[in-house]
């Protein structure tokens, strides 16, 4: 981690046992805890990752404070308790601020993080009092939304995809291709938090920008497994780390358009994951492969794909991740124009989605909640030409969806627009393309980019109907992704 711009008011030392939380676990193991912590969560809305590592170094006396997501979790579970009562250090004092008048309350859902006008915005913490497991606790994150957000608006993706600087791999080639010692646990850490950062700015941002950085911590990675571990337990989280940021990095290549390297990097995910004997991540490339083939034409491919990864996952015992899989093979079946085959998969996927969430789904399945099945449905819908039919599920996953996640947002609001226009509703479609369009600023991916331009040339003999003219000068006078 880089050095904080946050002057510490407390030396480096080593890290002191919080005793207090443990006592506070009792007889459960850390794995046992983390599901409590975990369910607790879900009880007030908020979502993170904790797992028995991530217990293991609070008690540790690792993390001296938690981020705001686990605070409020942390205390919704001991009730009448403060953080102090818990064993963690007050702000001010991991921060090097003066304390406030509140140090240790915190409103259910603040605008704000309390501390927000006294810190250094984006500034790494100097201790790991902001935990890295689930950067998708996003609503307390908005200083980071901010300044990413303004990066990419002033100077493109690429200046966004600097902040994965800070998380210990190699973000240039020389770096990567530099001998490198054997691994350890804190390179595991660092793949696996690149791995995170790398999906908050795809879903915040799309993907056009950051394919070419992101490919750098990549080749750093596999240069990690060559290196080799003396731990079992390290090299297992190194292959699935590097297999993971692999399926990242072949994301962001096929939501730019670069279906080949998407490929690539797929077919590396899952080679990395056979090799290792990881169910979960075969489960999640070929998850990706199907969903490529898709996009591609290739529909045959993407219900072989969306099988083998059901397949892959039916051990693992989460119904959230059968649903996806089964939506990845309805898409499949809609390709080639197999309407029941696709109702079909449907069927299924709604099954499984109304089991509810599990602690068995992984974390990377954190963007799939009801909005994105229904957009993946309006896909399929629209597939097969039935526009009203996929206008309504693109209209539900647009307004489900959490506007925080803008590329998603953008993404569904342009399929409604296509569904519209095709259905013969062009004012609706103008209207929806508009919102498109708003939301361009923030947002660079070639697929929201391609679907809006498929819906401009629908448009074009309705130039005369109510907005449509103006949506079309708009889009024309928009740059061209590069």
Known sequence: MASSTVTSA???????????????????????????????????????????????????????????????????????????????????????????????????????PPCATSETRGADEPYDTQDTQNPYDTHDNNEESDVLRRAFMTSGATVAAASLGPLGLALDAAAAQRPVRRAGAGDAGALEEAVRRIRVLDDRHGADGLYRRAAAPLRAAYALLD?????????????????????????????????????????????????????????HAFCNMAFLARDAGRP???????????????PLGSARLMSLLALREAGGWAGLADRVGCEQALVRAQAFFGR?????????????????????????????????????????????????????????????????????????AAGAGMRVLDLLDEVQSSRVHTMLSGTARVLLPHRRASGVSAFLDRHAALPRPT
Do not use: K
């Open 356 to 428: 509810g969430r599990s602690d068995a789904d992984p974390e990377w399945m954190s963007f799939y909640g009801e909005a994105e099945m229904e957009g993946l449905e309006a896909q399929c819908w629209s597939t097969l030409g039935d526009w009203p039919r996929a206008a309504r599920h693109a209209r539900r996953a647009a307004e489900l969806q959490d506007p925080h996640f803008t590329r998603n947002l953008a993404l569904y609001s342009a399929e409604l627009a296509d569904d519209l226009a095709r259905g013969g509703r062009p004012d609706e």
């Open 227 to 283: 290196a080799g571990t003396s731990r079992q337990a390290t090299a297992d989280r190194l292959y699935s780390g590097a297999g993971e940021l692999a399926i990242s990095v072949g994301w962001l290549a096929h939501d730019s358009g670069r279906f080949d390297d998407a490929r690539s990097h797929y077919a590396e995910a899952l080679a990395t994951a056979r090799m290792n004997g990881d169910a979960g991540l075969e489960a």
């Open 10 to 112: 407390q030396p480096d030392r080593p890290p002191r046992p919080n005793l207090a939380f443990r006592q506070l676990r009792g007889q459960r193991s850390p794995a046992e805890f983390a599901a409590a912590v975990r369910r607790a969560a879900r009880e007030i809305g908020e979502r993170v990752s904790c797992d028995a590592r991530y217990v293991g170094r609070v008690e540790a006396g690792e993390i001296r404070c938690p981020n705001y997501a686990y605070e409020r979790v942390f205390l919704h579970m001991f009730p009448g308790r403060t953080l102090t009562d818990l064993g963690f250090a007050p702000r001010s004092s991991v921060r090097g601020r003066r304390p406030g008048p509140a140090e240790d309350a915190l409103p259910a859902r603040p605008d704000r």
């Open 300 to 314: 045959r491919e993407a219900v072989r794909a969306a099988q083998a990864a059901q397949r892959a996952a039916r």
